[in-house]
Antibody, heavy 120, light 106 residues
Framework: QVQLQESGPGLVKPSETLSLTCTVSGDSITSSNYDWAWIRQPPGKGLEWIGSIYYSGSTYRNPSLESRLTISVDTSKNQFSLRLTSVTAADTAFYYC????????????WGQGTLVTVSS | DIPMTQSPSSLSASVGDRVTVSCRASQTINSFLNWYQQKPGKAPKLLIYAASTLQSGVPSRFTGSGSGADYTLTISSLQPEDFATYYCQQSYRTPRTFGQGTKVEI
């Protein structure tokens, strides 16, 4: 059974960098059938797709975040990561990682999510 | 981007009701349309992918239909555990985009 788990600081100061890691268990991150994605959801609001990465390092990033966003993969640890620079209060959200099928591009499963608050 | 518009944004229903949620893309998305269910405090869960294919383990009372730019999620007989927020998502182009959600309430 595939499981994903997000980890990282729950509080980040404005203008600093938000860093999260997603650890995958029950599947290899080097599977050719999947990309690995990040999605966020401000409290009480809707979902925003942040971006995704293939194990080779090829990425897709949401243009709305592209200038501040880095997504990377560590195949030796079966992990992928998110780095968002120059954060503001607008980046406060639940951050989810998920597996994305390369054929249908559906997101399944999802991690449980982690709340990141941007505040001084 | 491909904006996705869901309707209604919320609805009230009773156990046993037939419920329909609509999702419209700003252009054709060739059935690259997924539906998710989210309960409070939980991550979204995939219900239907490729517009009409039921994810393994999802009850058959959930059906998806549509083509082109217009898609529908139907719950044939609403159960107590179905009260949740439902999101559509296009996976035809990046960036993937979601509808704003439909909250199904009692």
């Amino acid at each position: 059974q595939v499981q994903l788990q997000e980890s990282g600081p729950g509080l980040v100061k404005p203008s600093e960098t938000l860093s999260l890691t997603c650890t995958v268990s029950g599947d290899s991150i080097t599977s050719s059938n999947y990309d690995w994605a990040w999605i966020r959801q401000p409290p009480g609001k809707g979902l925003e797709w942040i971006g995704s990465i293939y194990y080779s390092g090829s990425t897709y990033r949401n243009p709305s975040l592209e200038s501040r966003l880095t997504i990377s993969v560590d195949t030796s640890k079966n992990q992928f990561s998110l780095r968002l620079t120059s954060v503001t209060a607008a980046d406060t959200a639940f951050y989810y990682c998920a597996r994305e099928g390369t054929k249908e591009q559906d997101l399944d499963p999802w991690g449980q999510g982690t709340l990141v608050t941007v505040s001084s | 981007d491909i904006p996705m518009t869901q309707s209604p944004s919320s609805l009230s229903a009773s156990v046993g009701d037939r419920v329909t949620v609509s999702c419209r893309a700003s252009q054709t998305i060739n059935s690259f349309l997924n539906w998710y269910q989210q309960k409070p405090g939980k991550a979204p869960k995939l219900l239907i992918y490729a517009a009409s294919t039921l994810q393994s383990g999802v009850p058959s009372r959930f059906t998806g239909s549509g083509s082109g730019a217009d898609y529908t999620l139907t719950i044939s007989s609403l159960q107590p555990e179905d009260f949740a927020t439902y999101y559509c998502q296009q996976s035809y182009r990046t960036p993937r985009t979601f509808g704003q959600g439909t909250k199904v309430e009692i």
